[in-house]
């Protein structure tokens, strides 16, 4: 079992940047890929970015490079999300999900933190 607390989003005005922060617990051992979602009012889940176990290969959507980059500290079992220059259309609920190792889907999700960006 895995749990997984995001922290640090808030209400920020465009142009700010915020860090995410998404700290697991428990058998962390076991996992391969961890990785951040967003759901915007009246939309569906999507993909923001991913990051492996070795942190040796990330990437990202292609409309959120530059701006967005997803990171890890391996010592704090933490992985983050970097968001610079934000825009009132990345208002959403960023999710951190985990990967296990032999999985094709994420099989850990959070309880979400809410991010909200004012023009």
């Known amino acids: 079992q895995v749990e997984l607390v995001e922290s640090g989003g808030g209400l920020v005005q465009a142009g700010d940047s915020l860090r995410l922060s998404c700290a697991a617990s428990?058998?962390?051992?076991?996992?391969?890929?961890m990785a951040w979602f967003r759901q915007a009012p009246g939309k569906e889940r999507e993909f923001v970015a991913h990051i492996n176990r070795s942190g040796s290969d990330t990437y990202a959507v292609e409309s959120m490079k530059g701006r967005f980059t997803i990171s890890k500290d391996d010592a704090k079992n933490t992985v983050y999300l970097q968001m610079n220059s934000l825009k009132p259309e990345d208002t959403a609920v960023y999710y951190c999900a985990m990967q296990l190792r032999g999985s094709p889907q994420y099989d850990y999700w959070g309880q979400g933190t809410q991010v909200t960006v004012s023009s």
């Open positions: 428990g058998r962390t051992d076991s996992i391969y890929g």
